[in-house]
């Protein structure tokens, strides 16, 4: 990792790297798996000389977990992970006495394929460490900190220069190891007679010892991504203030095995009482963690709340006062935590097109919006794609500048809904007879209108050269439920030359592919047919009178293309033949044989209850006369047209990706 | 691993082992699963110096993959695998022109929550090993060949001694790694440019060049387990033979990457022609495996037929004519081998009750049905949980006899599919016109007669101490559908505590415990409510007039009880609570808390369509009055009765499990 410089007499080395990420959680992870994709030359460091085991973050949002099924390793997280879909508001009634409201489900719970799970944080770096191994050798760095930063700002334009300079420096074990667990709540105590730490996790359990050299390093860097946390060492080097709330909030935080009567200890909800209201929240591992309000303070006082006062006695008094008349108690507690957080939001993730930050660096809120892990990893998995097919010149650099218009206007959205939603859990004045039925609504309401959003199923991404609107609510009027700057809505899909059914979530792979989805229509109705062969005869370049985008753009390093072609069309199953389509829509390759996983089929499937061949509905589409659109390599949707709108889709590629040289004759 | 003798000047060790597995396939471990999992002194071996990466076995059956979601990774199995549900057989039609007939699926394909898939035995191999290590210290020891035996029978019926003496070797590099792999085709060639082995498969590779000493050692062992193969070393100590036909067929069989416009290449079929039948199977990684059968010898002669006269270049224009007028090639072969076998069967998998035989080792037949890997695990798996509770005393010796009663039927009719089945691909006098389209009905028909049996829907598992049969037939009048001797059949539930939905394959544990099935049936009924009462009390042992099973049994070591109970009521999920029902069934635990995994409720839910609440009516039981079964820790049902057969019910469990001793007073 970097040479000695000659004549130094220190141990400090120097070298380049493309892209530094500072700081090893679910943001920076999340942007290190597209450096590792698309074989940017990369680093990616962390203070810590551990991975996290268990606690912090658990709330996984169906958008995120569409991410991870499109990442490879969703069904991972559905095997040990937890389902939490529908939601109990407990509060007392005329007499006081605590009733259950609920349960209240989403009536948008089948939108997604995926529902609202709960998994620890240190499970997710996991997968992502292990899907990251499958695709690089790029590894987490540990134990090492940023210590000086330079930033040249007049080579920011020129892409081929370093204009970043930090010094990074190996923490000895003592620093990079520090007793806080103790302090904070030991995140490896038993549960179920295993440990809090799974087998596939032993080994980092074993670095733990290993022997580190306290040495320093210059790295000079095209990028730097700084996913440091709420107090991110990366945003304080370029001045980027943290602005929002004057007030502060303490929470407690407990992971138990509880032992108690309460008849939804293994149900989502909450429970208010005239002493507060608490946050119940089931999880893996007959887990169960809780959330509990301590006391707001003042946010912007010089003295910080004392955060060793709350102990976990404390906390647990305190959820046996709210639950009482039901009992409460632990033996098991996995991990427990309190801290003082406030709504704080960055004016700005980016300086210029060469720094950018992520996550909780540049927003902070309260945990109980279960959304903080999703922002964080979905601002990471954002600027990590744009960012490396940048860093391998397959993209337009100004696409950069996309980053803080999609993602800054969510982390403002963030924090209205948690203002709102936190705020019920701090005031306790209206938590008896009528008036706490009305709390019970009103919170009922608060979590009704930022479902969408906190869920992910809408972004609300803003026009720009990647995203090409058409209104800014709906799809065009060959797809009225597409819409550029949404996600792709999944449906199930059979394979033509297969029959077998596949989630569009997983068969969209996030590979850094821009993706051509024809929807062919009912290629059985020969005008049709015709419509399709046209769009292949265009696709191919055999239409000379315009120009194919395929073919067309620098790919990444070490793919073929830059553009993936994926047909659905919409008539029965039985009555079409792969080989039905146009070559170029199926394409043949010398080594893989023909592109069998390429042609779609929006039919039902007798032995797949998901697969029901109501897609093209589902997408607002002709199930005739199909419809087109590009999707971004994030499957969010980026242009919308007909079958013959083919040059406004070429523009739109034009605009994004780069052009392949043309070859000198 | 065992001590130096003293005084001897070799490398010779000697040992002890309760269970010594002789074999590292599929099948052994199966077996050496259960002595994880009931934490049995046990060895595993393998005389192979690494677990095989690609190629051998692929095809999963439907029981099998229950067993793997009840083992715990069958969602790994999902990831990677390949669902292959219709065939289609391709025959000339009157004017010689290759034909489609079918797709013929089965009509039971909803019988099972999974389906027909394949997947290299390699990765099954790679999840049975993570998963023991999860259980377990127990690893496989390979590079060692078993080379002495002695059985000291009078010492039989006595547990407590080690009858069997073997001689182990270990073997040298060469030995253990013998290069037939480049002779039989290579299993390391490259597929999507990753290569057959998946990274977490890496290390074994790494182990290849592990240094080896040669040594050898002594074992003494309580039982052993022969599941090394068809040649097995351990079947020819007890000489026990293998009986059956005289006639062997050779096959040639390739895994490839195809080249083709044959319209079914991705689909499970066969391809008749003048010049024969073939099989083709597609596979994970875009790979399609073809079996090709050769020619037939005479299996008793002593000139066994030169392998090496077929050669790859042979398979595939054999290949080629039969596909014609199609096209057929391949540039990425992943593995392809060819072999001779006939049908065949050992009398006995056993000798007495410490000498086991699984796996090929007792039945060999055609690669054909895709049932060999299956029937082995099976196997595995079936003595694997009798021998481990036997080795624990938790269970009667007794049931080590229905080892073979169960499984040698099984292997007599899989040689009976077999031999009808491999025979259609070996006779071609009838390949042309309308006698061909017969013999597409006809192999309809032969795959239709054995598909209960070979999808393990069917068992036939006789009646005995474990099995308590009402009739051959069916289930008692309480559950119709449940009968004693075949596995239960699958249904998803919605936990009455979370509300979650789950199958009954991943609730019902492989972890040595039998359950009490409580069918509650509609507790809102006030009768019914009693009756579900009055079983309480029995449980709980409040009801003095009778004997409750609970904390009867000796346990596994390190489990708390030997029975387990599961709730499954009828009511409408939101009209019942969890503790509506008697303390019993949701046992307290002073650190685990309530058992909310206990209560199940059979009702439909919105989020999860495969959740559809008629679990009662496949089973055929009543949705107001319920009914009461056993299971043994295998699935397979036991017992079955009404919720008041509570003292036959006792009966049979006393047939099978271990009584603690009377505390002395």
């Given at each position: 990792m970097g040479q000695t410089v000659a004549g130094e007499k220190s141990q400090t080395v120097e070298s380049q790297t493309d892209v530094l990420i500072i700081g090893a959680g679910p943001a920076g992870l999340m942007a290190a798996y597209w450096m590792a994709v698309c074989g940017v030359?990369?680093?990616?460091?962390?203070?810590?000389?551990?991975?996290?085991?268990?606690?912090?973050?658990?709330?996984?949002?169906?958008?995120?977990?569409?991410?991870?099924?499109?990442?490879?390793?969703?069904?991972?997280?559905?095997?040990?992970?937890?389902v939490a879909v529908e939601a109990n508001f407990w509060v007392p009634d005329e007499n006081g006495k605590l009733t259950r409201q609920g349960p209240h489900c989403?009536?948008?719970?089948?939108?997604?394929?995926?529902?609202?799970?709960?998994?620890?944080?240190?499970?997710?770096?996991?997968?992502?460490?292990?899907?990251?191994?499958?695709?690089?050798?790029?590894?987490?760095?540990?134990?090492?900190?940023?210590?000086?930063?330079?930033?040249?700002?007049?080579?920011?334009?020129?892409?081929?220069?370093?204009?970043?300079?930090?010094?990074?420096?190996?923490?000895?074990?003592?620093?990079?190891?520090?007793?806080?667990?103790?302090?904070e709540g030991s995140g490896l105590q038993p549960v179920n007679g295993q440990g809090g730490v799974l087998p596939d996790d032993w080994e980092e359990l074993i670095q733990k010892s290993r022997f580190r050299q306290t040495n320093t390093e210059i790295v000079k860097a095209k990028f730097i991504i700084g996913c440091d946390g709420a107090h991110s060492w990366t945003r304080k080097q370029v001045n980027?203030?943290?602005?929002?709330?004057?007030?502060?909030?303490?929470?407690?935080?407990?992971?138990?095995?509880?032992?108690?009567?309460?008849?939804?200890?293994?149900?989502?909800?909450?429970?208010?009482?005239?002493?507060?209201?608490?946050?119940?929240?089931?999880?893996?591992?007959?887990?169960?963690?809780?959330?509990?309000?301590?006391?707001?303070?003042?946010?912007?006082?010089?003295?910080?709340?004392?955060?060793?006062?709350?102990?976990?006695?404390?906390?647990?008094?305190?959820?046996?006062?709210i639950m009482s008349p039901y009992t409460f108690d632990f033996q098991i507690c996995d991990w427990w935590t309190a801290y003082q957080v406030g709504q704080r939001v960055a004016p700005a993730f980016n300086k210029g097109n060469r720094i950018f930050l992520a996550g909780d660096a540049v927003h902070t809120h309260s945990p109980k919006v279960g959304l903080g892990m999703n922002m964080s990893m979905q601002d990471g998995f954002n600027i990590g794609w744009k960012l490396a097919m940048v860093a391998v010149g397959a993209a337009n650099p100004d696409i950069l500048g996309t980053y803080n218009a999609e993602r800054h206007p969510l982390a403002e959205m963030l924090l209205e809904f948690d203002r709102l939603w936190s705020g019920e859990f701090m005031?306790?004045?209206?938590?008896?007879?009528?008036?706490?039925?009305?709390?019970?609504?009103r919170m009922v309401h608060v979590v009704e209108k930022y479902m969408d959003f906190a869920d992910g199923?809408?972004?609300?991404?803003?026009?720009?050269?990647?995203?090409?609107?058409?209104?800014?609510?709906?799809?065009?009027?060959?797809?009225?439920?597409?819409?550029p700057g949404e996600r792709i809505s999944p449906i199930k899909l059979r394979n033509q030359a297969e029959g077998n059914s596949k989630w569009t979530t997983r068969l969209l792979e996030s590979d850094g592919l821009f993706r051509i989805i024809v929807l062919a229509g009912d290629v059985r109705v020969e005008e049709q047919k015709k419509r399709v062969e046209a769009l292949g005869r265009f696709l191919s370049g055999e239409d000379k009178t315009k120009v194919s985008p395929l073919h067309r753009y620098v790919p990444i390093p070490g793919k073929k293309d830059q553009i993936g072609v994926v047909t659905i069309h919409s008539a029965p199953w039985k009555e079409v033949e792969f080989f039905d389509f146009p070559d170029i829509l199926r394409p043949f390759d010398p080594v893989m044989g023909w592109g069998y996983d390429d042609i779609w089929c929006d039919n039902s499937c007798t032995w797949d209850p998901h697969c029901g061949g109501?897609?093209?509905e589902k997408w607002g589409v002709d199930r005739t006369r199909g419809a087109m659109l590009v999707l971004r390599p994030d499957q969010y949707i980026?242009?919308?047209?007909?079958?013959?709108?083919?040059?406004?889709?070429?523009?739109?590629?034009?605009?994004?990706?780069?052009?392949?040289?043309t070859p000198e004759i």
């Open positions: 030359k990369a680093r990616i460091i962390d203070k810590r000389g551990m991975k996290v085991f268990t606690g912090q973050a658990d709330g996984l949002r169906p958008r995120t977990l569409e991410l991870f099924d499109s990442m490879g390793f969703q069904h991972r997280v559905i095997h040990e992970g937890h989403s009536p948008k719970i089948n939108e997604s394929n995926h529902h609202n799970m709960l998994l620890n944080q240190g499970r997710i770096e996991r997968f992502l460490l292990d899907t990251i191994r499958k695709h690089s050798d790029l590894e987490v760095e540990r134990g090492i900190i940023a210590e000086s930063f330079e930033y040249d700002e007049k080579l920011g334009n020129d892409l081929d220069t370093y204009p970043i300079t930090v010094k990074l420096r190996t923490l000895s074990d003592e620093e990079a190891n520090p007793s806080h667990l103790s302090t980027i203030p943290l602005e929002g709330s004057s007030t502060e909030n303490i929470w407690g935080v407990i992971d138990i095995v509880p032992l108690s009567n309460f008849p939804d200890m293994r149900r989502l909800g909450t429970i208010t009482h005239s002493s507060g209201t608490i946050l119940v929240i089931p999880r893996e591992r007959k887990l169960v963690r809780l959330y509990v309000p301590v006391q707001t303070v003042d946010g912007n006082s010089s003295t910080r709340f004392d955060r060793s006062s709350i102990t976990l006695a404390k906390i647990k008094s305190r959820v046996q006062a005031e306790t004045t209206d938590a008896d007879g009528p008036a706490a039925l009305d709390k019970a609504d199923l809408r972004t609300y991404y803003p026009a720009s050269s990647l995203v090409w609107k058409v209104s800014e609510e709906e799809g065009p009027e060959a797809a009225r439920n597409l819409v109501q897609g093209y980026g242009w919308v047209g007909e079958l013959e709108e083919v040059e406004d889709m070429t523009d739109y590629l034009d605009g994004v990706l780069v052009k392949m040289p």
